[in-house]
C-alpha cells in the first residue's frame, strides 16, 4: 500500500515535515464514508514561536506595510484571481475535509475568492480621515496594521473562514497566522500556498494545523501577537477573550447562535417553509447562523407545521456528490452523537420528534456521520435543546400569539447572532427587526450574506464585525497625526 502524501505546513519558506505515524500527523477523515481525506503536519506550540518570529521579521523588513493600498490590492486581487482558476479542486478538498456538499464547496471557494477581491478594492478605495484644523495644525486619522495577528478558526465552512479573516488583515498591512480546526486543516494549506504564487512576501502569512489547547493558546498568550481574530464556540471564544483581556490585545469573537427564526401570519406559507427548511438544514444545520428555533403564529402553527414536515421528510440526505444532495453528513461521528445526545435530551424534556429524530437506513451511508433532519416541538422556550446551540440538523418548533410574545420570546436567550422573519406586513418587518436582539436580521429572506455588509453578534455570540470597512477597521489601529502650520514659534 502506498504510504499518504503527508502536506506539510511551511513557516518562512521552509517545510516543516514529520514521519509517517508519528504523532506529529493531524489525519483528516473524511465525513462522508470514513476514509482518509488528508494527512498534515501537526504544529506545536515551538512552532507557533517560529512562525511569529518569522512573521516579525516579514511585517518589519519586507515591504508589505509600506506598500502604498493599491500596490497591496494587486497581489490581493491575484490571490482571489488563482483561487477561482483551483475552484473544482479546492472545493473538491474541501468537501473531503468536511462532508458538505459539493455545491456549498464550491460556494465556499467563490466567497474566498470574492473576500480577496473586495479587499483589494477597499484598498484601491480606502481613505483615511481628515479633520478640518481648529487651530494651526491639521490632522488626520489613519490606520495602521497591527503587527502580528493570530486567526483561528473553526471546521464548518473551511476556506471561506480563512479568507474572511486573511484578507482584510493582510489588506491592513499585516502578517498573518492561522490556526485551523484540526477537523479541517487541508484548506488552510491551501490558500497560504495561493498566497504565496501569487507574489505574497514570504513570512506574511502562515498556517499551523495544530491542537487548539496546544497551538491556537500558544497563539494567543504569545507576547508577539498582537491581536486575535477567533471564530468557534462562545466558551472557546470566552477564554480567549479572558487572556486577550489580561494581554489587553483587541479581539474579534464570531460565536455561537441559537438564532430564532419567526413566521407570521400574513407570511407567504410556501417561501417561508422553503425558507425555514434552508436556514436549519443547509449545511446540516453546522451553522452558526441557523435558524434553529423555529416561532410560528398559533392561528396557522398546524397548517404551517404540516407543509414543513411533510417537505423536510423528502428532502435528500446523501453522499456530497450525489447530484441532487440536499444535506451531506455532519462532520464528524463525536459530532453527530453530540446531535444525537441532544435529540435525546429534547426527547426527555417531552418534545415531540415531527420528523427525523434518528441516522439514515441508506445502506450506503452507514459509514459516514450522517443524521436525518429532525424537527421537534411540544416544548417550551426554556428547554435546553432550544437554549443551547446543537449545531446540527434540529429545528426547535414553537407557537406564539403575537408580536409582543415572539420579541419576548425570540430575545429569550444567551445568544444574539441572527433572526429571521416572514410576513407581509413591512412596518411589523421594521418594527420587529429593530426590537430583535441580534446582528443580522433577514426579512422575507434567510442566511443571505453580502461581503460589504458587516457581520457579527451580539450578547454572548460575540464581538466586533467582520466584513465590509468594518473588517478591514477590525484589522487596524488608529494613530491621529498632527502637522503645525504655525507661522510663529509656539510658546507657553
Ligand atoms: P471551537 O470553539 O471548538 O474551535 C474553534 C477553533 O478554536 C478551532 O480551530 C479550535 O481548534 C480552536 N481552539 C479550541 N480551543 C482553543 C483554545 N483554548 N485556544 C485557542 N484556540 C482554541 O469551535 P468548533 O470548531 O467546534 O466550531 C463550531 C462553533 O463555531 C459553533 O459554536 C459555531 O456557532 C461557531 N461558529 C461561529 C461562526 C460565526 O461567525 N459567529 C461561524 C462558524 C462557526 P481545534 O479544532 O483543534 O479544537
Redesign the pocket.
Known amino acids: 500500500m502506498d504510504a499518504p502524501i503527508i502536506k506539510s505546513f511551511r513557516i518562512g519558506g521552509t517545510s516543516r515535515d514529520s514521519a509517517v505515524g508519528s504523532s506529529a500527523v493531524i489525519t483528516s477523515i473524511n465525513p462522508a464514508d470514513g476514509s482518509i481525506a488528508g494527512t498534515v503536519t501537526r504544529a506545536t506550540a515551538q512552532d507557533v514561536d517560529d512562525a511569529v518570529a518569522v512573521a516579525w521579521d516579514a511585517f518589519r523588513n519586507k515591504p508589505w506595510r509600506k506598500l502604498r493600498p493599491d500596490q497591496r490590492a494587486t497581489t490581493l486581487y491575484e490571490i482571489g484571481r488563482r483561487l477561482l482558476l483551483e475552484r473544482e479542486s479546492l472545493a473538491r478538498l474541501q468537501m473531503q475535509d468536511s462532508g458538505k456538499p459539493m455545491k456549498e464547496c464550491l460556494h465556499m471557494v467563490d466567497a474566498a475568492a470574492g473576500h480577496f477581491r473586495y479587499y483589494a478594492a477597499v484598498c484601491e478605495t480606502w481613505q483615511n480621515e481628515m479633520t478640518s484644523p481648529r487651530g494651526e495644525y491639521f490632522s488626520m486619522a489613519l490606520a495602521e496594521p497591527f503587527g502580528v495577528v493570530a486567526c483561528?478558526?473553526?471546521?464548518?465552512?473551511p476556506i471561506m473562514?480563512e479568507a474572511q479573516k486573511a484578507a482584510p488583515a493582510l489588506a491592513a498591512g499585516n502578517a498573518v497566522l492561522i490556526?485551523?480546526?484540526?477537523?479541517t486543516p487541508q484548506l488552510a494549506l491551501e490558500l497560504v500556498r495561493i498566497c504565496y504564487e501569487a507574489g505574497l512576501p514570504e513570512g506574511l502569512i502562515t498556517a499551523l494545523p495544530?491542537?487548539?489547547?496546544?497551538?491556537?493558546?500558544a497563539?494567543?498568550k504569545h507576547p508577539g501577537v498582537r491581536m486575535v481574530s477567533?471564530?468557534?464556540?462562545?466558551?472557546?471564544?470566552r477564554?480567549?477573550g479572558a487572556?486577550a483581556g489580561q494581554r489587553l490585545i483587541p479581539v474579534g469573537?464570531?460565536?455561537?447562535?441559537k438564532s430564532p427564526h419567526i413566521v407570521f401570519e400574513d407570511a407567504d406559507i410556501d417561501r417561508a417553509v422553503a425558507g425555514v427548511m434552508s436556514g436549519i438544514f443547509g449545511s446540516a444545520g453546522?451553522?452558526?447562523?441557523a435558524g434553529s428555533r423555529l416561532f410560528v403564529q398559533k392561528s396557522i402553527y398546524k397548517r404551517f407545521m404540516e407543509s414543513l414536515v411533510e417537505k423536510t421528510r423528502s428532502l435528500c440526505v446523501g453522499l456530497p456528490d450525489d447530484p441532487g444532495v440536499q444535506m451531506g453528513p455532519l462532520v464528524s461521528k463525536a459530532?453527530r452523537d453530540k446531535v444525537a445526545g441532544y435529540v435525546d435530551i429534547g426527547r426527555q424534556e417531552g418534545g415531540k420528534i415531527l420528523v427525523g429524530g434518528d441516522r439514515p437506513t441508506d445502506p450506503r451511508l452507514q459509514n459516514g456521520c450522517f443524521y436525518m433532519p429532525t424537527i421537534i416541538d411540544g416544548l417550551t422556550n426554556r428547554a435546553r435543546v432550544c437554549q443551547e446551540?446543537i449545531?446540527g440538523p434540529v429545528l426547535v418548533a414553537l407557537p406564539f400569539e403575537d408580536e409582543a410574545d415572539v420579541i419576548e420570546q425570540g430575545n429569550d436567550t444567551a445568544f444574539g447572532?441572527a433572526a429571521g422573519m416572514w410576513t407581509g406586513d413591512y412596518a411589523r418587518a421594521w418594527r420587529v427587526a429593530r426590537e430583535l436582539e441580534a446582528g443580522s436580521v433577514w426579512i422575507n429572506t434567510y442566511k443571505q450574506s453580502h461581503i460589504a455588509t458587516p457581520?457579527?453578534?451580539f450578547k454572548d455570540?460575540?464581538i466586533g464585525r467582520?466584513k465590509g470597512l468594518h473588517g478591514l477597521r477590525l484589522y487596524s489601529q488608529v494613530k491621529s497625526v498632527y502637522f503645525g502650520t504655525h507661522e510663529k514659534p509656539m510658546g507657553l
Open positions: 483561528i478558526t473553526p471546521w464548518n465552512s473562514n490556526k485551523p480546526s484540526e477537523e495544530g491542537y487548539g489547547e496546544d497551538v491556537g493558546a497563539m494567543v477567533f471564530t468557534g464556540g462562545t466558551d472557546t471564544g477564554a480567549i487572556i469573537l464570531e460565536l455561537g447562535g453546522q451553522s452558526c447562523v459530532h446551540e449545531f447572532l457581520f457579527g453578534g455570540s460575540g467582520e
